[in-house]
Protein backbone atom coordinates (compact mmCIF):
# COMPACT_ATOMS: atom_id res chain seq x y z
CA UNK A 1 0.00 0.00 0.00
CA UNK A 2 2.78 2.55 0.83
CA UNK A 3 4.47 1.66 -2.43
CA UNK A 4 1.06 2.27 -4.21
CA UNK A 5 0.83 5.75 -2.20
CA UNK A 6 4.26 6.62 -3.54
CA UNK A 7 3.95 5.79 -6.79
CA UNK A 8 0.72 7.62 -7.66
CA UNK A 9 2.88 10.86 -6.47
CA UNK A 10 3.80 11.18 -10.36
CA UNK A 11 0.42 10.60 -11.60
CA UNK A 12 -2.04 12.49 -9.36
CA UNK A 13 -5.76 11.87 -10.53
CA UNK A 14 -7.64 14.53 -12.34
CA UNK A 15 -10.86 12.65 -12.78
CA UNK A 16 -12.57 10.46 -10.04
CA UNK A 17 -14.13 6.94 -11.30
CA UNK A 18 -17.35 8.27 -12.44
CA UNK A 19 -16.10 11.07 -13.94
CA UNK A 20 -16.49 14.18 -12.35
CA UNK A 21 -12.96 16.66 -12.46
CA UNK A 22 -11.63 16.61 -9.53
CA UNK A 23 -9.76 20.34 -10.45
CA UNK A 24 -12.97 22.15 -9.21
CA UNK A 25 -13.67 20.34 -6.39
CA UNK A 26 -9.94 20.66 -5.31
CA UNK A 27 -9.94 24.28 -5.72
CA UNK A 28 -13.50 25.20 -4.05
CA UNK A 29 -11.48 23.12 -0.99
CA UNK A 30 -8.66 25.08 -1.16
CA UNK A 31 -10.68 28.42 -1.41
CA UNK A 32 -12.95 27.34 1.79
CA UNK A 33 -9.53 26.32 3.79
CA UNK A 34 -8.16 30.13 3.09
CA UNK A 35 -11.41 31.30 3.97
CA UNK A 36 -11.12 29.61 7.29
CA UNK A 37 -7.74 30.52 7.98
CA UNK A 38 -8.40 34.34 7.37
CA UNK A 39 -11.48 34.33 9.61
CA UNK A 40 -9.34 32.49 12.49
CA UNK A 41 -6.60 34.72 12.00
CA UNK A 42 -8.71 37.89 12.04
CA UNK A 43 -10.45 36.90 14.85
CA UNK A 44 -7.35 36.34 16.35
CA UNK A 45 -5.66 39.50 15.60
CA UNK A 46 -8.95 41.50 17.13
CA UNK A 47 -8.50 39.70 19.96
CA UNK A 48 -4.82 39.02 20.58
CA UNK A 49 -3.86 42.57 19.87
CA UNK A 50 -5.50 44.05 23.08
CA UNK A 51 -5.09 41.09 25.05
CA UNK A 52 -1.14 41.61 23.98
CA UNK A 53 -1.11 45.06 25.46
CA UNK A 54 -2.84 43.98 28.87
CA UNK A 55 -0.06 41.16 29.46
CA UNK A 56 2.83 44.17 28.50
CA UNK A 57 4.37 44.93 32.04
CA UNK A 58 5.24 48.19 30.31
CA UNK A 59 1.66 49.11 29.24
CA UNK A 60 -0.34 47.27 32.33
CA UNK A 61 2.19 46.58 35.28
CA UNK A 62 0.54 44.64 37.85
CA UNK A 63 -2.32 43.64 35.54
CA UNK A 64 -0.15 42.12 32.92
CA UNK A 65 -0.17 38.27 34.95
CA UNK A 66 -3.61 37.84 34.72
CA UNK A 67 -3.74 38.92 31.40
CA UNK A 68 -0.61 36.58 30.75
CA UNK A 69 -2.02 33.67 32.69
CA UNK A 70 -5.15 33.55 30.24
CA UNK A 71 -3.06 33.71 27.32
CA UNK A 72 -1.45 30.46 28.20
CA UNK A 73 -4.71 28.93 28.81
CA UNK A 74 -5.90 30.03 25.70
CA UNK A 75 -2.88 28.64 23.79
CA UNK A 76 -2.49 25.35 25.84
CA UNK A 77 -4.72 23.15 23.93
CA UNK A 78 -4.18 22.71 20.51
CA UNK A 79 -6.83 23.64 17.71
CA UNK A 80 -7.23 20.37 17.18
CA UNK A 81 -8.38 19.56 20.60
CA UNK A 82 -10.79 23.49 20.50
CA UNK A 83 -12.49 21.41 16.99
CA UNK A 84 -13.85 18.25 18.72
CA UNK A 85 -14.86 20.32 21.50
CA UNK A 86 -16.78 23.03 19.60
CA UNK A 87 -17.50 20.22 17.03
CA UNK A 88 -19.80 18.40 19.65
CA UNK A 89 -21.06 21.97 20.51
CA UNK A 90 -21.74 23.66 17.23
CA UNK A 91 -21.64 20.82 15.04
CA UNK A 92 -19.64 20.98 11.33
CA UNK A 93 -19.76 24.68 10.79
CA UNK A 94 -17.51 27.46 9.72
CA UNK A 95 -17.82 28.96 13.64
CA UNK A 96 -16.89 25.82 15.09
CA UNK A 97 -13.29 25.58 12.99
CA UNK A 98 -13.16 29.61 13.04
CA UNK A 99 -13.59 29.33 16.95
CA UNK A 100 -11.00 26.36 17.44
CA UNK A 101 -8.61 28.22 15.25
CA UNK A 102 -8.71 31.91 16.87
CA UNK A 103 -8.76 30.30 20.77
CA UNK A 104 -5.07 29.47 20.64
CA UNK A 105 -3.63 31.52 17.90
CA UNK A 106 -4.78 34.74 20.47
CA UNK A 107 -3.17 33.24 23.20
CA UNK A 108 0.12 32.63 21.33
CA UNK A 109 -0.17 36.26 19.71
CA UNK A 110 -1.12 37.69 22.71
CA UNK A 111 2.42 36.27 24.38
CA UNK A 112 4.31 37.08 21.38
CA UNK A 113 2.96 40.84 21.37
CA UNK A 114 3.37 41.28 24.70
CA UNK A 115 6.63 40.40 24.28
CA UNK A 116 7.68 42.64 21.43
CA UNK A 117 6.22 45.84 23.57
CA UNK A 118 8.34 44.80 26.77
CA UNK A 119 11.72 44.20 25.16
CA UNK A 120 11.44 47.31 22.90
CA UNK A 121 13.90 50.44 23.16
CA UNK A 122 12.48 53.56 25.45
CA UNK A 123 14.44 56.24 24.41
CA UNK A 124 11.75 57.56 21.76
CA UNK A 125 8.86 57.38 24.21
CA UNK A 126 10.78 58.64 26.83
CA UNK A 127 11.78 61.16 24.71
CA UNK A 128 8.44 62.19 23.18
CA UNK A 129 7.42 62.78 26.97
CA UNK A 130 10.20 64.54 27.57
CA UNK A 131 8.63 67.21 24.56
CA UNK A 132 5.27 67.13 26.08
CA UNK A 133 3.65 64.21 24.53
CA UNK A 134 1.15 62.41 26.60
CA UNK A 135 1.74 58.90 27.90
CA UNK A 136 -0.84 57.10 24.90
CA UNK A 137 0.71 59.46 22.21
CA UNK A 138 4.04 58.83 23.56
CA UNK A 139 3.24 55.00 23.72
CA UNK A 140 1.52 54.57 20.29
CA UNK A 141 4.41 56.90 18.51
CA UNK A 142 7.47 56.02 20.56
CA UNK A 143 7.01 51.86 20.58
CA UNK A 144 3.97 50.65 18.67
CA UNK A 145 5.72 52.48 15.69
CA UNK A 146 8.78 50.58 16.58
CA UNK A 147 7.54 47.06 17.01
CA UNK A 148 5.05 47.52 13.82
CA UNK A 149 7.48 45.78 11.50
CA UNK A 150 7.76 42.79 13.76
CA UNK A 151 4.15 42.90 14.91
CA UNK A 152 2.87 42.55 11.06
CA UNK A 153 5.76 39.85 10.21
CA UNK A 154 4.94 37.65 13.12
CA UNK A 155 1.28 37.61 12.67
CA UNK A 156 1.54 36.73 8.46
CA UNK A 157 4.01 33.94 9.80
CA UNK A 158 1.00 32.73 12.08
CA UNK A 159 -0.95 32.94 9.20
CA UNK A 160 0.43 30.69 7.61
CA UNK A 161 0.21 28.76 10.36
CA UNK A 162 -3.48 29.22 10.36
CA UNK A 163 -3.83 27.61 6.30
CA UNK A 164 -1.88 24.29 7.79
CA UNK A 165 -4.25 23.99 10.95
CA UNK A 166 -7.46 24.84 8.32
CA UNK A 167 -6.43 22.17 6.33
CA UNK A 168 -6.06 19.83 9.16
CA UNK A 169 -9.27 20.51 10.31
CA UNK A 170 -10.68 18.78 7.73
CA UNK A 171 -10.06 15.62 9.38
CA UNK A 172 -13.00 16.09 11.42
CA UNK A 173 -15.48 16.66 9.06
CA UNK A 174 -15.11 20.25 7.90
CA UNK A 175 -15.09 21.17 4.02
CA UNK A 176 -11.23 21.97 3.56
CA UNK A 177 -8.36 19.81 1.67
CA UNK A 178 -7.80 17.59 4.67
CA UNK A 179 -11.53 16.62 4.03
CA UNK A 180 -10.74 15.47 0.21
CA UNK A 181 -7.27 13.91 1.53
CA UNK A 182 -9.29 11.86 3.98
CA UNK A 183 -11.60 10.76 1.89
CA UNK A 184 -9.64 10.09 -1.41
CA UNK A 185 -7.57 7.68 1.66
CA UNK A 186 -10.45 5.84 2.75
CA UNK A 187 -10.97 5.19 -0.49
CA UNK A 188 -7.87 4.13 -1.49
CA UNK A 189 -8.01 6.38 -4.39
CA UNK A 190 -4.57 7.55 -4.03
CA UNK A 191 -4.18 9.50 -7.14
CA UNK A 192 -7.06 12.26 -5.65
CA UNK A 193 -5.12 12.25 -2.29
CA UNK A 194 -1.65 13.39 -3.96
CA UNK A 195 -3.84 16.08 -6.42
CA UNK A 196 -5.50 17.45 -2.97
CA UNK A 197 -1.69 17.14 -0.77
CA UNK A 198 -0.21 18.87 -4.38
CA UNK A 199 -3.06 22.06 -4.10
CA UNK A 200 -2.23 22.46 -0.22
CA UNK A 201 1.48 22.32 -0.79
CA UNK A 202 0.96 25.06 -3.34
CA UNK A 203 -1.03 27.07 -1.00
CA UNK A 204 1.24 26.99 1.34
CA UNK A 205 3.91 27.70 -0.68
CA UNK A 206 2.07 30.85 -2.08
CA UNK A 207 1.32 31.93 0.80
CA UNK A 208 5.33 31.79 2.45
CA UNK A 209 6.40 33.24 -0.87
CA UNK A 210 3.83 36.19 -0.04
CA UNK A 211 4.30 36.74 3.25
CA UNK A 212 8.34 35.95 3.34
CA UNK A 213 8.33 39.27 0.74
CA UNK A 214 6.47 41.87 2.83
CA UNK A 215 8.43 40.42 5.88
CA UNK A 216 11.43 41.45 3.77
CA UNK A 217 9.63 44.65 2.06
CA UNK A 218 9.26 45.62 6.14
CA UNK A 219 12.99 45.18 7.40
CA UNK A 220 13.96 46.84 4.74
CA UNK A 221 11.85 50.04 6.03
Known sequence: MILEFLAAALSPAWFAPDGTALLPITLEAALQTVRLATAGITASILAGLPLGLAASTRLSGPWSVPARTLAAAMRSVHELVWAILFLAALGVSEMAAVIAIAIPYTGTLAKVYGELIDEAPRPTEDALIGQGAGTVQ????????????????????????????????????????????????????????????????????????????????????
Do not use: K, M
Open 138 to 221: AFVLGTIAQVAPQLVAYTLYRFECALRSAAVLGFFGFPTLGLLVLQGADNLRWGEVWLHLYALFALVTAAELWSGAVRRRLVVR
